[in-house]
């Protein structure tokens, strides 16, 4: 068997609704299936490359996806223009280099995260919600640079847990009340309302 070094990495940015993020998407699967966010520093500790992203003093919050990253920069700081050869030539090094986007093992030890997966214990509203958000908003709002995660069901409302590019964004309450909420109601006549719940 030949052994061959790491692969090329190539990064590209997309921009999202939300002018302060910036989406950069690796040929790479980075966490595959899943995301997770780190709102701050302080979160980042199962996410080695997240730290290193903190290291850059304009970037605010790191979201980490199947195969993109979302960063969001702090207001009024460094123009993403002016930075985003840096940022992707760190990524191009990071990911070549073999370095570890996430540790499963301090996840798990860390907190829970919020899933739209069905588990057994789900009841049929809660099923069908997240079956919804699975199919229909996840593919969406990852095309954004964005996720949107099922947090509760009670009583008629429905909370969900913005991230990426999605929380912060301007546009993102429209897109949940007119869009996510509408179409719930539509397809789920027992959800009355949905709303955005601080992580």
Do not use: H
């Amino acid at each position: 068997m030949i052994k061959t070094g790491n692969p090329i990495i190539s990064i590209y940015t997309e921009m999202t609704p939300n002018p302060e993020t910036m989406k950069f998407v690796a040929n790479k699967l980075l966490y595959p299936g899943k995301s997770i966010d780190f709102a701050d520093e302080s979160y980042a500790g199962p996410s080695p490359l997240a730290k290193e992203l903190f290291s850059f003093p304009f970037i605010r919050s790191v979201f980490i996806a199947s195969n993109f990253i979302t960063l969001s920069k702090t207001i009024d700081t460094a123009d993403w223009q002016d930075v985003i050869p840096t940022i992707k030539q760190f990524l191009k090094e990071y990911l070549e280099n073999g370095g570890v986007v996430v540790n499963e093992e301090e996840v798990a030890n860390t907190r829970q995260e919020a899933s739209n997966t069905v588990s057994a214990d789900d009841d049929d509203i809660v099923k069908r919600v997240k079956e919804l958000l699975e199919n229909y908003v996840k593919p969406a709002v990852e095309m954004d640079g964005g996720a949107i995660q099922f947090r509760s069901y009670r009583e008629g409302t429905v909370n969900l847990m913005l991230q990426g590019s999605c929380s912060g964004c301007p546009s993102s309450m429209i897109t949940l009340k007119a869009g996510i909420e509408g179409m719930m109601k539509r397809m789920i006549p027992e959800v009355k309302e949905v709303i955005a719940e601080a992580e």
